[in-house]
């Protein structure tokens, strides 16, 4: 495997935990890199690179952002949201890795794009649901910022220094796993 497969590799699992904060953002980002000539994507996702994937997937990532702002909205996104991170973690895997066999590239998109991805959403909405509980929906404002602020240093540590990104996104886990274990209701054996 060469330095390139894994700095490939390290770039879609950033962008795969970023699509967990926000779907479209990440993508808006990759598509950015391509189309600036700052990452070479596999040759069937070129269109991400195209100047009207760049447009569109830019549309869809501010009514994303602000549609988490407006109270029960950011309920209904998170309905959608959550299949569609598997989606686009997976996607995002797919079209960055270079140099392995398409099986091996399915079977990492899949399990290390969507699998982060969905992981990484299914606690976002979790948190939302916790916020909206207890602060009447109040508290979800900060929710969205928090996470659309992690989407954007995420994806950008992941086009510009992969290594890191992979980095942060064991720290979102770790973190996300000991607040899982935190609040948990306990069970009595």
Do not use: C, Q
């Amino acid at each position: 495997m060469t330095s390139e497969t894994i700095i490939s590799i390290f770039l879609g699992i950033g962008l795969a935990a970023s699509v967990g904060f926000r779907v479209f953002l990440p993508l808006f980002a990759l598509s950015a890199a391509s189309y600036f000539h700052l990452w070479e994507l596999n040759v069937n996702w070129g269109w991400i690179g195209s100047f009207a994937a760049l447009i569109t997937l830019g549309v869809a990532t501010l009514v994303e952002i602000f549609g988490y702002f407006i109270p029960w909205i950011d309920h209904l996104l998170d309905a959608f949201a959550i299949p569609m991170a598997a989606i686009a973690g997976t996607a995002v895997m797919v079209s960055t890795i270079a140099g392995l066999d398409p099986l091996v590239t399915w079977a990492l998109a899949i399990i290390a794009g969507g699998g982060t991805a969905t992981a990484i959403k299914g606690a976002g909405a979790a948190t939302r649901l916790t916020s909206t509980a207890t602060t009447g929906g109040f508290g979800n404002p900060i929710v969205s910022i928090v996470e659309t602020g992690t989407a954007m240093a995420v994806s950008t540590a992941s086009i510009f220094a992969p290594i890191l990104a992979v980095i942060l996104v064991i720290i979102i886990l770790v973190f996300i796993f000991w607040l899982y274990r935190k609040i948990r209701p306990r069970i009595k054996s």
